[in-house]
């Protein structure tokens, strides 16, 4: 029978042994080059046409809205008076056309998009409503530097697909995972990786600053200059459909009184022949303003 | 021993720091879904997207970007909000489409098998919305014709950092508050996914019924660090309520119909075709043109903004044709418990409801002949070495009675026949139209009501006059609290009304209002008593409501129109059903859409 005391010792001795081991554990397989391009190390495959299927806050977004027409954005009341003396004459006149069109409001637009990779860690987006730019920089933080501009400065980096059940697993890094599971890290040198399929389970976040103020809503809902943009990029399949779904989350010190949270989805497109470029524009309002009665 | 001590505590920190530093290592990419989530905007109401529509609610005619088709705008056109007013619909829950929209706070929870410790499901508490199952442990969904609820079947699996479900057996319910409603053909999926501390609810319905296009949207919540998140909603300590429960309960979940306003038995509010001045209300609030407010799946895309600009031309109708029904998937032979005592074996299509107990079997409606084996050896299965006792027809439908030879006779000599009951007037039928006595009901009743007392549990076979025939009969199983209907309630179908044999149109609905009278929901509209109809699927008081709903709302457009001077081929013409003719019409015969038109035209001219 085992003794109590011999009974400690063993698992003392285990745990140890346990404990070590995880310490010890490197971070994932042997690597013997570099570590991943963000591009090689991508958790999901957001390049190809996308198009906006605005079926939430139609009438926001479809549409220009009347003035003063700011229901359910946080804004405090430096962005009520700004929103309700928008003047989009005035904003055209001062070479501001495209407030609409910055990164704090641009995704709520009926638009079409063009992702694809600009180099290994770069990712480019092309908007044709305003025909914007922006340029998703991976692991450059700190380097928001320069003139603010309509689409700010991106930060990217991939969130990670954690390993399910157990805790352990999580030693692995992020990219480490999607470079094992391209079989790209591992490969011997001279040798081609299989290929793998774009993954399609992980996401993508994208941290945005040093912006030009803009507007959340083409009617002059507005954000300031230290507004902070944060994205999170994601693809899904449904009933045979590829979409693109993207939660940005806008904070605004200037103007709002709490973080201003949508998210928008987009339809995969098989090719760009519905791309339609059209200048920075804003209609005159369609509606008629109708305070929210409940 | 204190060295023992130290080595053992020692080495249990470091245990605890290596397993500390692995979980804080995933913390960092966190995205486990459970725990307490409040609206992305903070607080009840706290919406950032949707606001009215999730808030106070749209206004009549808001359907812009929403990928309808030509059914459902009819269909929501005609949409009256007093609706809402009639018993069965007044306590409906928010579907498992639309649960989410709700204000409030959302708490998702793990359930695993305290045996294995695997993950078995997630159950899903959000205010207005009824408690959710996910179930993760890899079981199939039910067959087809299992009942179906508000908050549907639901079945989960990670995929990545996110959770996907897949969701079936839905009832129908609102995707949108005016009027805009999935059918109970619709399925969902849907992902959550975590991002920091964020997370977001992507769904997908389709219903080949109603929608040209897959209906996609998003919901976005955020943690809630509060300890009793649920108190401090509506009902809570937080909003002036005395916190018993869970907070949005006190408010919205006790619900009991009561009769608020004066409406007749029977009665389905509705707008009649042409007659809604209110459809323009979001159109004129907002000056949008009514063809952008009516919504399809063109309103949804870039180009419509370009239709909209001030001054261009009034949007074209660009109204996709809808996407053809598609058939009911009946299995070939399945065995389902409804409740109780009683399964339903569904073979070959046709609806066979089977009592089981400590004296033997009773069969409701045996089916056709040629079924007959199959339906004796489904009931071997249920009941091994008992014999078929009872045999109840409810009416005189050779699809209904032709298996009675087979089944009342037994399987040796010595088992007596069994008895086999029937209303008189479908007795009479059956002996007019020539079958063997084998065939024809050994008991038979005038009045009202027989009552029987069988396997323990009393059971009423109530005729209903003048329904699709004179000899209609529904089958009540008090213990078991099951109705079974005969042709009185088809699922698949528009009814069946044999005016040659005495059926109606109004008695067919004063029987489907007798159903409602007798079913009792368990809770929110669902549950409790449970209805197999002719053939489909199980049905509960819900579901038998959407029925009555539809011939109702159907026969009133009828006489609507009639009485506009309309004749028979100007109203079929107009396809005055044409919000049902996808889910109810058959191809061809009583139940195609131009027949059943005429039935109900002769039925209203006759009224």
Redesign the interface.
Known sequence: MISLRVWRYAVSIACSVLALGVSAQPPGPPRPGPPPTPRAAAQVDLTGNWVAQITEDWRWRMITPPKGDYASVPLNPAGRQVADGWDPAADAAAGEACRAFGAGGIMRLPTRLKIAWADDSTLRMETDAGTQVRTFHFGRAGAADGAPSWQGYSVAEWLGIPPQGNPFGALVAPSQEASAARGAAGAPAGRAAPAAPPPTRGSLKVVTTNLRPGYLRKNGVPYGDRAVVTEYYDRFSMFGNDYLQVETVVTDPTYLTTPFVVSNQFKREPDASKWNPSPCSTDAPLGTFHPPAF | MRH?HS??R???L??F???W???A??AV???EVAGDWDQ???GIFG??????DR???PDLGDY????INDALRYKASLYSPSWLTVPEHQCLPHPGTYAYRSPGGLSIVKEYDPATQRLVAYRFYGSYGLARTVWMDGRPHPPANARHTYEGFSTGR?????LAIETTHLKAGFLRRNGIAHSDRARM?E?W?R??D?L?L?T?V?DPLYLD????????F?VDPRPNTRLAEFGGFANGGDGEGFGASDVFYKCVPTEEIAIERGRVPSFMPGANENIDMFSK????PLDAALGGSA???????GR???GSAAPAADRSAARPPLPADVPAATSLHVAGQVWLLTIGGHNVAVQVGNEGVLVVNPGPEEIADAVSAEVAKLAPGKRIRIIVDTDDDIAHIGGNAKLASGTTPREQRAAVFAHENASLRIAQAGLSDRHSPTDTFFRGTRELYFNDEPIEIIHVPAATTDGDVLVYFRKSDVIVTGSVLEDLTYPIIQTAEGGSLNGTLEALNHILDLTIAEYRAQGGTMVIPNRGRIYDEGDVAEYRDMLTIIRDRVQDAIGKGSTLAQIQGERLARDYDGRYAAATGPASANEFIATVYRGSSAK
């Open positions: 023992e080595v053992t020692y080495c249990g470091l245990c720091a290596a397993v530093s692995a979980f290592a995933t990419a966190q995205n992305a905007g903070g919406f950032q997207e949707e606001f009215i808030g106070g609610g812009a970007g929403l990928p990670w995929e990545g950092n996110r999926l992902y996914v991002h920091d964020y977001t992507v997908a389709d296009e897959p209906f996609v949207r998003s919901t976005d955020r609030r907002h000056n949008i309103t949804l895309y870039p180009e419509y903004a909209l600009k001030p």
